[in-house]
């Protein structure tokens, strides 16, 4: 049985990531609104009643803001630490689950440890390092900078979901307040293009076959040249058989699937909207992994 994850909207309007083992269903973050969040749920074919679970990285809105309302429509429980629900913004979810940072919680089939990474919510942020039947995932979309915990953490994951926020170029030109830039490209802002190419040239493991790029700029970066970055890194490591995915805000992204060990080649069909990671990928010709025919646009409210 394969393990799933769909990012159902990446961005500063609204952060929603879907996990799926069996019949665990996790939202990583409802940053996208309660209506938003079922509506693209139900675009891959997932009842919203069917979400067993939520876990929250920190209370910043575009990862909150469909929670509360999520929470209670459909009796979802939301796990976050205690320092994001002391400042949690509302509105109050159905029932609260605990994550304290560096401690594994077994939510449904995932093992998910939260950890802190730099950014600069009023409580702490996390990232979370996820085991899974298929291989462990890392998942930090908001971080400053990348931490030697980050690292550690990631280096023996299959898959990471990293941001790659902006282009350091665009954002020096582009139309931001002085402060703005420098609150983003500062140690607990957003990582840039530049600073996930460094990570993927001088931290990233060996076993990583798939990076997710997530939270991107409308603003101040191009889906575009953060793929091209990320290539480019990878190429220049000698690495190219990494797949990369491009996120976006107005869209549900391919769903990226990782078999488990032992799982028959072939025994889940591919639809065109998932790319698959078999357990014992050959890496030498892995097929470009983004693939935009057969996507389905959603339409979102610009926020
Ligand atoms: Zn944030
Ligand atoms: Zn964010």
């Given at each position: ?190 990582l840039s293009n530049e600073a996930l190419a460094r990570f993927v ?103």
């Amino acid at each position: 049985m394969p393990v799933l994850l769909t990012v159902l909207g990446s961005g500063s309007a609204g952060n929603a990531t879907l996990l799926q083992h069996g019949e665990s269903r996790v939202l990583i973050d409802v940053g996208l609104s309660c209506r938003e969040t079922a509506r693209r749920l139900g675009a891959i074919g997932v009842a919203p009643e069917s979400v067993t679970a939520a876990v929250i990285t920190h209370a910043h809105g575009d990862h909150t803001r469909g929670a509360g309302l999520f929470s209670r429509r459909y009796e979802v429980p939301v796990h976050a630490t205690e320092a994001t629900r002391s400042v949690w913004p509302g509105p109050e979810v159905w029932s609260w689950g605990r994550l304290e940072c560096d401690a594994p919680a077994d939510i449904g089939a995932f093992r998910i440890t939260p950890f802190e990474v730099s950014h600069d919510a009023d409580a702490e942020t996390v990232a979370f390092h996820v085991e899974t039947a298929a291989g462990a995932i890392g998942f930090a979309t908001d971080v400053g900078v990348t931490t030697a915990a980050l690292r550690s953490r990631f280096r023996r994951c299959r898959l990471l979901v990293m941001e790659s926020n902006h282009a350091t170029d665009l954002l020096r030109v582009g139309p931001y307040a002085a402060s703005t830039k420098a609150r983003i490209a500062g140690e607990r802002g957003h990582l840039s293009n530049e600073a996930l190419a460094r990570f993927v040239r001088e931290d990233l493991g060996a076993s990583v076959e798939c990076l997710v790029l997530a939270h991107l700029s409308r603003v101040n970066n191009l889906p575009e040249l953060a793929e091209m970055t990320c290539r480019e890194a990878l190429e220049a490591s000698g690495r190219s058989d990494v797949r990369v995915v491009v996120t976006r805000q107005d869209r549900v992204t391919e769903t990226v699937r990782l078999d488990a060990r032992g799982a028959r080649p072939g025994l889940a069909a591919l639809s065109g909207r998932q790319i698959a990671l078999p357990f014992q990928q050959p890496v030498a010709k892995a097929p470009r992994c983004t693939a935009p025919q057969g996507r389905r646009r959603t339409a979102e409210a610009p926020v």
